[in-house]
T-cell receptor
Framework: QQQVKQSPQSLIVQKGGISIINCAYENTAFDYFPWYQQFPGKGPALLIA?????SEKKEGRFTISFNKSAKQFSLHIMDSQPGDSATYFCAASEAYKYIFGTGTRLKVLA | EAGVAQSPRYKIIEKRQSVAFWCNPI?????LYWYQQILGQGPKLLIQFQNNGVVDDSQLPKDRFSAERLKGVDSTLKIQPAKLEDSAVYLC???????????FGPGTRLTVT
């Protein structure tokens, strides 16, 4: 019940395309859902986050879609760029403690 | 604003040896977290501090891992004795009290041989 399932494990997208990463959870007590971006040798960096009372949040090229009834949320990266090539983690928080997904390695081809 | 600082960045030790990692959180952040990130996996919470008190250490292997945050600022995570399966990146994160956003340091990559 504490797991956050993330898919796909890896993703290859052409420059300018849309990258979509999905996460699913079971614990309805989760109340905050962030996405992190991690480059090799670096710590995860907060990208965008959403609360469960909102169905969508957009910041620049990054959008989170949240489906509370399905207990799913996804990250959409519009106009994907080679610089977006990184590993992306979704997470879910209960009492300020994060449970992370297993990560998606994104490669954007130039 | 300076980010979360961690040292050392890399450490190689033999099994059964001890090792310690240091973390300095963002100034003013009362909450500090230690995570373990095994290669190819997401970070896993080991321990959460609020000021100098432990909030949650349920996933800390207490037979070999210990952590402290004596003055409510810097924190140290220790492993004694290390096992091969402890090879991982150890991440420190901090947040403001009552805020969800966690900010991560660059991590310490530990290799146990």
């Amino acid at each position: 019940q504490q797991q956050v399932k993330q898919s796909p494990q890896s993703l290859i997208v052409q420059k300018g395309g849309i990258s979509i990463i999905n996460c699913a959870y079971e614990n309805t007590a989760f109340d905050y859902f962030p996405w992190y971006q991690q480059f090799p040798g670096k710590g995860p960096a907060l990208l965008i986050a959403i609360r469960p009372d909102v169905s969508e949040k957009k910041e620049g090229r990054f959008t989170i879609s949240f489906n509370k009834s399905a207990k799913q949320f996804s990250l959409h990266i519009m106009d994907s760029q080679p610089g977006d090539s990184a590993t992306y983690f979704c997470a879910a928080s209960e009492a300020y403690k994060y449970i992370f997904g297993t990560g998606t390695r994104l490669k954007v081809l130039a | 604003e300076a980010g979360v600082a961690q040292s050392p960045r890399y450490k190689i030790i033999e099994k059964r040896q001890s090792v310690a990692f240091w973390c300095n959180p963002i100034s003013g952040h009362a909450t500090l977290y230690w995570y373990q990130q095994i290669l190819g996996q997401g970070p896993k919470l080991l321990i959460q501090f609020q000021n100098n008190g432990v909030v949650d250490d349920s996933q800390l292997p207490k037979d070999r891992f210990s952590a402290e945050r004596l003055k409510g600022v810097d924190s140290t995570l220790k492993i004694q004795p290390a096992k091969l399966e402890d090879s991982a990146v150890y991440l420190c994160a901090s947040s403001r009290q009552g805020f969800y956003e966690q900010y991560f340091g660059p991590g310490t990559r530990l290799t146990v041989t």
